[in-house]
Structures are given as C-alpha cells and as structure tokens.
T-cell receptor, first 115, second 118 residues
Framework: DAGVTQSPTHLIKTRGQQVTLRCSPISGHKSVSWYQQVLGQGPQFIFQYYEKEERGRGNFPDRFSARQFPNYSSELNVNALLLGDSALYLC??????????????FGPGTRLLVL | AQTVTQSQPEMSVQEAETVTLSCTYDTSESDYYLFWYKQPPSRQMILVIRQEAYKQQNATENRFSVNFQKAAKSFSLKISDSQLGDAAMYFCAYRSTYIIQGAQKLVFGQGTRLTINP
C-alpha cells in the first residue's frame, strides 16, 4: 500500500509570493494534519482536517489556510510568504479521530525555501 | 498547554550496544498517548513506538522499548543492539485522547540526534 504522498518535494519562492502544497493520505484514511518543521526543531502543528472539516488549528497567522477534498487529499496554502516560512512542511494522515484510529503516519514532506 | 522536553540534543552509541533516549512531558490530563518518531536524513517521519497512558505495561517493538513512568511524566526510549540504520533524529511526541477541537495535534519535543559508531 502506498504511504502518504506529498508534492512537490522541493520548492523555492520569493518573499510575498503564494504557495500551495499537496498531500494524499494513505488509502482509507480520512484525517489529514499539517505540520511545519523549521530546521533544528520539532514539528509544529498547523491544521487538522477530518471529513473535509477543520478540526484544529495551531498558532499560525491567517496567511496559512488549508482544505480537504472529497477524496480526502488536502492542500496547504501560504500567502504573502516571509523568510521565516522556510521550513519542511509535513503532512500526516490517520484513519479517523476516534480512539485507536488516530495514529498519524507522515509523508516525506515538502521543503520550502523562501528567498 | 502540554509541553514535551528532550534534554539530550545529541547521543552516540557503538554499534550493537544499547542506548536510552530521554523524554519528559507536562500535562494535566490523565489519558493520553505518547509516541517516539524517527526522522532519518531522508526526512520521512517514521513511527517507532506508541504508548497509551492508561496501560501500565511498557510498549515494545522488536529492539525498541519504552520506560513509561506516568507519575514522573517520563517516557524514555531504549534501543537495544543498535544498528547503523538506527542513526536519525528521534522525536518524542504527546497527543491528547480528547475528541475536541485542536486536541488531536501531536506536540513534539526538540529531538535527539542519534549517531551510531561502527
């Protein structure tokens, strides 16, 4: 079975631009979460979506937004990019959000560099 | 808010030896999950082991085992018979069991870089 997939693997943008990152969950998984991992730190939670609804949001500005599609894939959008947005963006999927179905499995990430 | 602390930025061990990575956490909740994830240079975050707080028995997965001390809020990872492929960043993570807005997020520690010496 395919794991979580993310695209693109690498991305270079300039300040002020907008970026869209994509994630496809493991087949059968209905929940997708997004994390930002700045170099040398642990991942920080950005969003969780379940059944196409936002279930949680981390302490990130409104420049960050996301959505989940009927096939459970997800997009993360970041507007007005800042240098500090340079990071590895990780997507994780889980079966559901109920007990014993919520273990999160991660994709390989998208490395975003903002110049 | 919950916090996770990994006090060892770097650790090294000889191949075939045993190493223990430390993790402490802070929470007011009584029911939660704890995880160890491994992140090799390929960046893929891989689940190593999972512990449910209500289970007193320590979780074990092959060469990986944990020492879960709930009262002390400590969750260490022991890797036995270390192999070169174990070299990676190891992250300890916490998650609440509550099904409420925002509760499903993983809270990560800063990570421990593990080096295996041949």
């Amino acid at each position: 079975d395919a794991g979580v997939t993310q695209s693109p693997t690498h991305l270079i943008k300039t300040r002020g631009q907008q970026v869209t990152l994509r994630c496809s969950p493991i087949s059968g998984h209905k929940s997708v979460s997004w994390y930002q991992q700045v170099l040398g730190q642990g991942p920080q939670f950005i969003f969780q979506y379940y059944e196409k609804e936002e279930r949680g949001r981390g302490n990130f500005p409104d420049r960050f937004s996301a959505r989940q599609f009927p096939n459970y894939s997800s997009e993360l959008n970041v507007n007005a990019l800042l240098l500090g947005d340079s990071a590895l963006y990780l997507c994780a999927s889980s079966l559901a959000v109920v007990r014993d179905q919520e273990t999160q499995y991660f994709g390989p990430g998208t490395r975003l560099l903002v110049l | 808010a919950q916090t996770v602390t990994q006090s060892q930025p770097e650790m090294s061990v000889q191949e075939a030896e045993t190493v223990t990575l430390s993790c402490t956490y802070d929470t007011s909740e009584s029911d939660y999950y704890l995880f160890w994830y491994k992140q090799p240079p390929s960046r893929q975050m891989i689940l190593v082991i999972r512990q449910e707080a209500y289970k007193q028995q320590n979780a074990t997965e092959n060469r990986f085992s944990v020492n879960f001390q709930k009262a002390a809020k400590s969750f260490s990872l022991k890797i036995s018979d270390s192999q070169l492929g174990d070299a990676a960043m190891y992250f300890c993570a916490y998650r609440s069991t509550y099904i409420i807005q925002g509760a499903q997020k993983l809270v990560f520690g800063q990570g421990t870089r593990l080096t295996i010496n041949p």
